[in-house]
C-alpha cells in the first residue's frame, strides 16, 4: 500500500501554492519499455526501474498538493518524474507548441478536458488508456477503477475511447444562508426550480441590500452555470452534431436563468463571475448562490467568512424534466507521442490511485472516485451535496473543439435574458452560430 502523510501536504501544498516549481528537463536513456499489448507477467511496481519520464502540470491546488508526494512514487517504482509547473496561460501554450510539433518529450500531463478535451482527441494528442487499465501486468489489483463514477468517466471519454482520468473534480453546488432561510420561514434548502424560486422571492430585499439569488451572468463564465439549467428543462447543447438548445425546453432554460437573476439578483449581473459573487455572498448580500464546489473552501473558513456555521450546501434543484447534476475539472493524461508508455501509465495510475485521492481529499481537493472520504474539517452536509451530484454529474460544457467560441456565443443569450431581451431570438442566433463553428471543426 501507498502511504502519505496529510500533516506534512497540508505544509507543502502552502509553500508550492506560492511559487511555481520549474524543473528541467535533463536527458534520460532511450526506453526499453513495452506499449499496453507487450506487457506480460505479474504487475510489479518496480517495473520500469531506472526509467524516467516528464510530467507537465498548470499551476492548480491539486498541482500544489501532488508535487510533495511525488518523491513517494518514485522510491516506489524506481521511476524519476521531471515535473515542469506553470501559470495556466503558459501551460496551455506549451502543451499546444510541444504536442502539435509531434514530440516525445512529454509523457503524462494535466489536461482540462471539457475545455481541450475534444480538440486534443481529434489531433490524436491521448493515448488510449483502456488497455492500460485492462492489462493486469500493468495495472495493480488495487487500482479499482470500478471506483470511478461512471457519468464522470463518459466524460473524458471521446469518441468511444477512454483518454484521461480524472483528478480535481468539481461539481455545481448550491450555497445558501441558513439563518435568511430560516427567517423568511423555510426549513431547507430547495429542491425544485421553483421552491428556488419561491425563496428567493421571500428573501429578496434590495433596501437591506441583500439577494435571494445569483449565478453568474458575465457572458461566457455563465455557460457552466446555465447546463443544470438546460439539461433540466429537457435540452441539450447539441445532437447529431448540430446545435440543440434552441429547442422549445432549451429557450424555456436560458430564459428561466436569466430571469431569476434579473428578478432576484442584484444590479450589474451581466458583469458577474465567480470572484464577483464569492466577495458578495461573503459580503452577506446573498441568500443563494449556485456556483462550482470549490468556492467552498472559503465559505466555510471563519477567516474568510464571517457567518461561515450559517452556509449550507445542497445539490442544485431538480427542473421540470429531470435533476441532472453537472461537473468540471482537470484530468491526468498520457501522450500518444511518448515513448515511455509503460512508466508514464504507471505514474498516471498512482496519482488516480485510492491512496493519492484520499491523501488529497482530505485535504479539500476532490478526485474522481466515489468511495473516498474527506477530511473531519469538511462539512457532512457538503459531502453528501458533493456525493450526490458526482453520480450523475455530466460536462459543463459541450462536447465540441472550439470550446472558447461556443461559449461566447451561447454567452450572448445569456447575456440577453439577464437583459429581458428576446430570449429565443438571441437563443437561435446562439444556436445559428454554435452550427458555423462547429461546421468549420471538419473542414
Not at 374 to 380: R, S
Amino acid at each position: 500500500m501507498i502511504s502519505h502523510k496529510s500533516r506534512a501536504i497540508k505544509g507543502a501544498v502552502a509553500i508550492i501554492a506560492a511559487a511555481a516549481l520549474l524543473a528541467g528537463c535533463s536527458g534520460a536513456p532511450e526506453s526499453t519499455t513495452e506499449n499496453a499489448d507487450e506487457a506480460t507477467g505479474a504487475f510489479d511496481w518496480k517495473r520500469y526501474d531506472g526509467e524516467s519520464i516528464r510530467f507537465v502540470a498548470g499551476l492548480q491546488p491539486w498541482q500544489a498538493a501532488v508535487e510533495p508526494l511525488i518523491p513517494e512514487f518514485e522510491e516506489l517504482t524506481g521511476i524519476t518524474v521531471e515535473t515542469e509547473a506553470l501559470p495556466e496561460d503558459q501551460f496551455r501554450q506549451r502543451l499546444q507548441v510541444e504536442l502539435t510539433s509531434g514530440s516525445s518529450d512529454i509523457d503524462v500531463f494535466m489536461s482540462s478536458v471539457q475545455q481541450d478535451g475534444a480538440r486534443f482527441a481529434s489531433a490524436g494528442w491521448y493515448e488510449d488508456l483502456t488497455p492500460y487499465i485492462e492489462n493486469s501486468s500493468l495495472t495493480s489489483p488495487d487500482y479499482d477503477f470500478d471506483d470511478f463514477s461512471e457519468s464522470v468517466l463518459e466524460g473524458h471519454t471521446f469518441d468511444g475511447t477512454l483518454s484521461a482520468l480524472p483528478i480535481q473534480l468539481e461539481v455545481q453546488m448550491l450555497f445558501y444562508r441558513k439563518d435568511l432561510l430560516q427567517a423568511a420561514g423555510f426549513d431547507g434548502p430547495p429542491t425544485t426550480l421553483d421552491e428556488l424560486e419561491e425563496i428567493a422571492k421571500a428573501t429578496t430585499d434590495p433596501a437591506a441590500n441583500v439577494y435571494g439569488w445569483a449565478a453568474r451572468g458575465k457572458r461566457a463564465a455563465a455557460v457552466t452555470q446555465l447546463t443544470s439549467f438546460l439539461l433540466n428543462h429537457g435540452a441539450e447543447y447539441m445532437k447529431d452534431g448540430e446545435a440543440a438548445f434552441s429547442s422549445p425546453e432549451g429557450i424555456e432554460a436560458v430564459e428561466q436563468y436569466g430571469q431569476l437573476i434579473r428578478d432576484y439578483g442584484p444590479s450589474g449581473s451581466t458583469n458577474n463571475g465567480w470572484e464577483e459573487l464569492l466577495a458578495l455572498f461573503q459580503s452577506g448580500g446573498l441568500a443563494q448562490w449556485a456556483d462550482n464546489s470549490g468556492q467552498a473552501a472559503a465559505l466555510r473558513d471563519p477567516a474568510q467568512t464571517s457567518f461561515a456555521d450559517q452556509v449550507g450546501y445542497a445539490a442544485m434543484p431538480a427542473g421540470p424534466e429531470g435533476d441532472a447534476q453537472t461537473f468540471f475539472g482537470w484530468a491526468a493524461a498520457m501522450s500518444s507521442s511518448s515513448e515511455k508508455k509503460g512508466p508514464a501509465w504507471l505514474f498516471l495510475q498512482w496519482l488516480t490511485s485510492p491512496e493519492t485521492v484520499q491523501a488529497l481529499q482530505e485535504i479539500g481537493i476532490p478526485g474522481g472516485r466515489q468511495s473516498i472520504e474527506f477530511g473531519p474539517d469538511v462539512p457532512t452536509e457538503f459531502v453528501e451535496a458533493f456525493r450526490s451530484a458526482l453520480s450523475t454529474a455530466q460536462p459543463q460544457l459541450p462536447q465540441v473543439q472550439s470550446v472558447p467560441e461556443v461559449r461566447d456565443a451561447i454567452g450572448d443569450a445569456i447575456v440577453a435574458s439577464i437583459q429581458g431581451d428576446d430570449v429565443e431570438k438571441a437563443v437561435k442566433t446562439a444556436a445559428d452560430e454554435f452550427d458555423r463553428i462547429v461546421s468549420m471543426e471538419s473542414r
